[in-house]
């Protein structure tokens, strides 16, 4: 049975328990598994979910702000320090692979990765996409944030299971969501900021809330957690379970869900 590891579960400003929002999604053992963004302590979050080395095949970039993709090279030189020997397969929209090709390129003179033990591939997607991403049928989505990013979503044996990363409200989280079991989103803000939501496209709780009512889930995760000070998980939680009947929780850093 898949499950997904919550890597990091912070917004932009990491705290003393929280890192950046990254996610492992991790399935039977014929299944490679996919990392999702790569920012914060990306790396020991991985060893400390036993997935630092080969397990996972594909790295999925959801766009290009700093807590997502910022860690990416030292991600790459500690795999090579680590022992891995899998390729590793990075993925993103079109401006996303070439941000993260020219962050690697920049670190050119430490990541010498011709004579690595491990390949690094860079492949683009694009809105409506659909391709094996660690082993698992996924459809990538265009969301509407400051800069292109992109959700996804994974068709698993246990029910579908949709990430919607970084955005506002769009119908976009509708057409890719509809009808899975679970929607992971992001909940950057409370609805008492509702307007600094919108001048940085994020979502508040309520709306996280909606958007799940609106595509009929089960379980609605809350990540990408404004930490910052007035906020809190019990409040966001409370408030999006206004607009959602459904489950809503909010994870640790570390925490694991059941696909
Ligand atoms: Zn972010
Ligand atoms: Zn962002």
Known sequence: MAHAIFLGTAAALSVADRSNTAL??????TTPGLLIDAGGDIYPALC???????ELSDLFITHTHIDHIGSLPSLIECYRLGGRHAALHIYGLPEVIETAREIVHLFGYELTMDTWTFEVTFTTVEDGQQLSLGGMPATIARMDHTLPSAGLRLALPGGDFTYTSDTQPTPAIQRLGQGSRVLVTECTYLNESA???????HMTALEAGQQAATCDVETLGLVHLGVAAGWSVDAACAEAAKAFSGTVFAPSDGDTLQL
């Open 24 to 29: 492992a999604i991790v399935g039977d053992a």
């Open 48 to 54: 400390r979910a036993h997935l630092a080395q080969d």
């Open 195 to 201: 307007s600094f939501a919108r001048i940085s496209r």
